[in-house]
Each structure stands twice: as C-alpha cells, then as structure tokens.
C-alpha cells in the first residue's frame, strides 16, 4: 500500500514506477532495486522524485528490516536499517528498531546513540524514550533513566505497576522486564500495520482496516497511521470517516502535505471542489516543487467552476515538470472554456508533443478546431482520436459534424449511424442525424431520430424546436405546434423556436397569438427584421395605429 505513490506517478522513469507497483504488492527486495536504479538515473538532488525514491526505498527496507527482526534474524535486520537511515536518516522507528537490536547483544552505547536520534527527531516517541531508559539502566545510570521515565509519565504514557520514579530508589530488574515487554506490545503498530500492507495488496481492504485501526488505537499520535487509513476508507466509499482521518492527521502535523492532498481528494470525491482546492492549493504552498500536487489543486479549481484560477496551478505544475501532458491538457481546457482557442490549440500541440497517443488531447483539438470553424483540422485530428479509440462514439459524433460542416454529408451520416450503433441512446447523435436527415429531405427519418433524442433528453429546447421543423415540413401542423411550444416553454428567449411558432399560428390564422409571439421576440430582439415585418403586416390587419406606432 503506497501513499503518495498513488498520486505521483514520474513520467518518464520506469524504474521509478515499477519500484511503486512492487512496493504496493509487498515485493520490497524488488522495490528497492527498483527504487535506487531510479535515483541513480534522476540528474538532479532538486528534482522531488529523486527524494520521492530515496523515502521510498528506505520504507521498502524497512519492512525487510521488520521481517528479519520479526524472525529473530537481527543481523540481517540490522543490516537493512542501517542502509534504510543512509537512504533516509530522517525516519524515527528505524533509529527506534536498531536501539532496540543493539539493547538486545548488550551494545548499549550504539543503543543509546540510535534512541536519542530517534528522540531528536520526533520528542515525543514515548517507546524510544522508554527504551533509552532501559539502557540507561544497564549503564548503571539510574539517575538519567528515571528523569526519562519521569518524561514519559508526564506525557500521559502508563508505566509498569512496580515501578517506582521516586528518587533513590533502585529500579528492580523485574520492572525493567515489564517495561520492554510493554513497549514491544505498543510497537506491535508495526505489526498491524504490515498486517494492513498484506491485506490490502490482497485486495482485502476491510481486512486492512481493521488491522489499521489497531495500530491507530496503539499509536494515536501517529499521523502517518491516520492517513493510511483514511485512504483505504475513501476506496471503500467511506469518505465521511476517511475526512476524519486525514483531519486528525493534519491536526496532529498541520504540514503534513499528505494529508492536505488525500483530504483534498476526499472532498473532490464528494464534489466539494471548492473546499478541494483550498486544501490542495495549501498544500502547493508547503511542497512547491510537485507538480503533482499543483495539478490536482487546478484540477479542483476547474471541476469547481474557476478555470481562470486553474491556469495558474497549471503553469506551477509544468513549471515543476514541463513533460507533464495531463497539465498541457488541462491547461487548454481552461483556456478553451475561457475562449482563448489560441492557447488552447498552443498546450494541446505541446501535450500531444510528449504523449503523441493521448487520444483524449487529440479530441479536444478537434473540438477547439470545430469550435473555431476550421472543419479540414478538426477531421483530420478526431480521425486519428478514433485510430486510438474507435468505441467511442462522441469521437464519431464530433468527426460528423467536423464533416457536415465542411459538407461532407454523406461522411457526416456514417459517424452518426455509427455512434448510435455504438450507443443506441446517444441523443446527440440521434439529433444530428435527425437535422442531416431534414436537410437530405428524409423526412420520415429525420422525425424517427428526432423523437429519440427528445425522449432521451426531454429538456433540451433544441431538439424540440428541429422536431418542430420536422413536423411542419410533413404537413403535421398539431404536432409542429406542440414541439415549439415546448421548445419556447424550455427556453422563452427561444427566438428561432418563437417565431416558428408564430408564424405557423399566423398561417392558421391565429393573429393574435401570432402578435403575441412576435411582439416578445421584439422585446429580446428589438431589431427582429422578420418579427416586424410580420407585425407590420399583423397591424394592417388587427391592431390599431396607435398601438403600431408605440411597437414600430
């Protein structure tokens, strides 16, 4: 089970990657192969992956290291703490486990050296103070390991029964017994955490939570725990009490980057986009050089609605890593919804230049190119989008249109009758097939797709209006005037809708309501060409003068 491995994937470094999937099925001799092959191939001691492999090949030998310990090889366990710490000297229970090791073959003084720096890292790791002040004890420094003991006690730890802080007072062979015997049951987090790596790497989550909350339960104080935890609830749906989670972890570290993101992505889960990206943004600020992280934070900020704001996280993160597509990709989504196509098109090109088989940047190239009427371009990039990905039927769809824009109907119709063939209740599809049919006067055809795509999607006012049309050109004039009416009825700023509507009541006769419609479409429109004409003609016949002179 990886942490931050889960999120950051390193583009263009194999070993790095592969050292995460060996480190998530539990193959840590394969992992730290893995992991320091990449750290020799990263150029720069800056670039975050370099780090990124360093922590995790230390953690991977951590876990060797509590295998040999757990099986009484304590040389070999040794031997992998000791490489762990050069690999990553910041990590407080390797210290922890080689004091313990050194305690146990009587070597006390490399014992106390490897408690007080796992102390000096991390003040209030009660085990390793304890442990200090067994070895202490065995110095014969009885004075220095009750002041220990005496800390511990203060910080809430329960101490053994018989043993007594008071001063002078010798410490009893049988209390130290107890001591160790106590902190290795509270040590035992790593156990249940273990427990929890092989459960979940066998797809056993609920498994994995119950041993994680054991190892909570033994160490409260462990953020890193509550964080482990919280990820496998959110992958079990339980996102309410995965917050909990990543919240009391960042209340016990309030920098704890990993906690900020998974408590971010929790709330991206839920749709909470803004509360996302405030997290996520913070978390940008305490480890700049992700880009990962930057990403994530524009990726809430444009799912949330501010693809303005989302620009910015997205230049962070290819400023971190300018190989990162996903952002190009990003990037020009935003730049898109914000109508600047000429950026858009610029990060598109840029993506597909470091991820030439991203089907999905080849599409939204096409659908920047439709949008900005250059139909050849558009074709020409949905035609190898398909090439990657030819189920997908909005590829088909938008690769139509591209052609019944630059009038290539009969290439138009085969993408739309194959997207619907793909999917038989797409109404887009149905709805431009249903207009390309009215525009080939096939008619019988055009209403057949019509009426799909209005009962698939009764709230689009478009697609009753082209209904409407359909009906009309066939002479149904009932039918002709319910879809318009419905069409207006969605959207009552409709004007092509309205003045269909109207002009088929002024046929029937039907001044008045023709007025009406017409009069409104003015209201919108004052400068309705049509509308006024037709009321100029409506006046002649049922309105006064005076009321065309207020209208004209």
């Given at each position: 089970?990886?942490?931050?491995?889960?999120?950051?994937?390193?583009?263009?470094?194999?070993?790095?990657?592969?050292?995460?999937?060996?480190?998530?099925?539990?193959l840590?001799?394969?992992?730290?192969?893995?992991?320091?092959?990449a750290?020799?191939?990263?150029?720069?001691?800056?670039?975050?992956?370099?780090?990124?492999?360093?922590?995790?090949?230390?953690?991977?030998?951590?876990?060797?290291?509590?295998?040999?310990?757990?099986?009484?090889?304590?040389?070999k366990?040794?031997?992998?703490?000791?490489?762990?710490?050069?690999?990553?000297?910041?990590?407080?229970?390797?210290?922890?486990?080689?004091?313990?090791?050194?305690?146990?073959?009587?070597?006390?003084?490399?014992?106390?050296?490897?408690?007080?720096e796992?102390?000096?890292?991390n003040?209030?790791?009660?085990?390793?103070?304890?442990?200090?002040?067994?070895?202490?004890?065995?110095?014969?420094?009885?004075?220095?390991?009750?002041?220990?003991?005496?800390?511990?006690?203060?910080?809430?730890?329960?101490?053994?029964?018989?043993?007594?802080?008071?001063?002078?007072?010798?410490?009893?062979?049988?209390?130290?017994?107890?001591?160790?015997?106590?902190?290795?049951?509270k040590?035992?987090?790593?156990?249940?955490?273990?427990?929890?790596?092989?459960?979940?790497?066998?797809?056993?989550?609920?498994?994995?939570?119950?041993?994680?909350?054991?190892?909570?339960?033994?160490?409260?104080?462990?953020?890193?725990?509550?964080?482990?935890?919280?990820?496998?609830?959110?992958?079990?749906?339980?996102?309410?009490?995965?917050?909990?989670?990543?919240?009391?972890?960042i209340?016990?570290?309030?920098?704890?980057?990993?906690?900020?993101?998974?408590?971010?992505?929790?709330?991206?889960?839920?749709?909470r986009?803004?509360?996302?990206?405030?997290?996520?943004?913070?978390a940008?600020?305490?480890?700049?050089?992700?880009?990962?992280?930057?990403?994530?934070a524009?990726?809430?900020?444009?799912?949330?609605?501010?693809?303005?704001l989302?620009?910015?996280?997205?230049?962070?993160?290819?400023?971190?890593?300018?190989?990162?597509?996903?952002?190009?990709?990003?990037?020009?989504?935003?730049?898109?919804?914000?109508?600047?196509?000429?950026?858009?098109?610029?990060?598109l090109?840029?993506?597909?230049?470091?991820?030439?088989?991203?089907?999905?940047?080849?599409?939204?190239?096409?659908?920047?190119?439709?949008?900005?009427?250059?139909?050849?371009?558009?074709?020409?990039?949905?035609?190898?989008?398909?090439?990657?990905?030819?189920?997908?039927?909005?590829?088909?769809?938008?690769?139509g249109?591209s052609?019944?824009?630059?009038?290539?109907?009969?290439?138009?119709?085969?993408?739309?009758?194959r997207?619907?063939?793909?999917?038989?209740?797409?109404?887009?599809?149905?709805?431009?097939?249903?207009?390309?049919?009215?525009?080939?006067?096939?008619?019988?055809?055009?209403?057949?797709?019509?009426?799909?795509?209005?009962?698939?999607?009764?709230?689009?006012?478009?697609?009753?209006?082209?209904?409407?049309?359909?009906?009309?050109?066939?002479?149904?004039?009932?039918?002709?005037?319910?879809?318009?009416?419905?069409?207006?009825?969605?959207?009552g700023?409709?004007?092509?809708?309205?003045?269909?509507?109207?002009?088929?009541?002024?046929?029937?006769?039907?001044?008045?309501?023709?007025?009406?419609?017409?009069?409104?479409?003015?209201?919108?429109?004052?400068?309705?060409?049509?509308?006024?004409s037709?009321?100029d003609?409506?006046?002649?016949?049922?309105?006064?003068?005076?009321?065309?002179?207020?209208?004209?």
């Amino acid at each position: 089970m990886t942490l931050f491995g889960k999120i950051l994937h390193r583009e263009g470094n194999e070993h790095y990657n592969r050292g995460i999937a060996f480190f998530n099925e539990g193959l840590y001799k394969e992992a730290v192969a893995e992991f320091e092959q990449a750290i020799e191939t990263i150029s720069s001691k800056k670039d975050p992956y370099y780090n990124l492999g360093l922590f995790y090949a230390a953690e991977a030998r951590a876990h060797l290291g509590l295998a040999h310990f757990k099986s009484g090889e304590l040389k070999k366990a040794e031997e992998e703490f000791n490489k762990a710490l050069t690999e990553s000297p910041n990590y407080p229970d390797l210290h922890f486990y080689l004091g313990v090791i050194y305690e146990k073959s009587s070597r006390h003084q490399e014992a106390i050296k490897e408690l007080e720096e796992a102390l000096t890292i991390n003040p209030h790791y009660a085990e390793a103070r304890c442990y200090l002040a067994v070895c202490l004890h065995a110095i014969g420094d009885e004075k220095a390991a009750r002041e220990q003991l005496q800390e511990v006690k203060r910080a809430g730890y329960d101490l053994p029964l018989s043993l007594s802080l008071q001063t002078n007072t010798h410490i009893p062979e049988e209390a130290i017994a107890e001591l160790k015997q106590m902190v290795k049951k509270k040590s035992d987090y790593f156990t249940h955490l273990d427990n929890a790596v092989s459960s979940y790497n066998r797809g056993l989550k609920k498994q994995a939570i119950v041993e994680l909350k054991k190892a909570v339960e033994l160490q409260p104080r462990y953020a890193d725990l509550h964080c482990k935890l919280g990820i496998i609830l959110r992958e079990t749906g339980e996102t309410s009490q995965a917050a909990r989670e990543f919240k009391e972890a960042i209340s016990i570290n309030p920098d704890y980057v990993e906690a900020h993101v998974h408590l971010g992505l929790t709330y991206m889960a839920e749709e909470r986009y803004g509360e996302a990206a405030k997290l996520l943004s913070h978390a940008a600020e305490l480890a700049p050089s992700y880009a990962d992280i930057h990403f994530l934070a524009g990726l809430a900020l444009y799912k949330g609605g501010f693809p303005q704001l989302a620009v910015d996280e997205f230049k962070m993160a290819l400023t971190a890593n300018n190989s990162f597509w996903r952002a190009h990709y990003y990037l020009a989504l935003c730049y898109h919804s914000i109508e600047d196509t000429d950026k858009a098109v610029k990060e598109l090109k840029s993506a597909l230049e470091q991820a030439p088989d991203a089907g999905i940047a080849r599409a939204e190239l096409g659908r920047v190119y439709l949008s900005r009427g250059n139909h050849k371009e558009a074709a020409s990039e949905f035609e190898i989008a398909i090439g990657y990905h030819p189920d997908f039927p909005d590829l088909r769809l938008n690769l139509g249109l591209s052609y019944m824009r630059s009038k290539n109907y009969e290439q138009a119709r085969e993408q739309f009758v194959r997207a619907i063939e793909l999917n038989p209740d797409y109404a887009l599809a149905h709805f431009a097939l249903g207009r390309l049919s009215i525009r080939e006067k096939k008619l019988e055809e055009a209403l057949s797709h019509l009426k799909k795509a209005a009962s698939v999607c009764p709230e689009h006012a478009d697609v009753h209006h082209w209904l409407g049309k359909a009906y009309g050109m066939t002479d149904c004039e009932k039918e002709a005037e319910g879809s318009f009416a419905t069409a207006v009825g969605i959207n009552g700023n409709f004007v092509a809708a309205r003045l269909e509507l109207a002009l088929l009541l002024q046929r029937q006769s039907r001044f008045e309501e023709a007025r009406d419609h017409f009069l409104h479409v003015l209201r919108i429109e004052p400068e309705n060409l049509l509308a006024r004409s037709y009321l100029d003609d409506d006046i002649l016949r049922s309105a006064s003068p005076s009321d065309g002179k207020s209208l004209i």
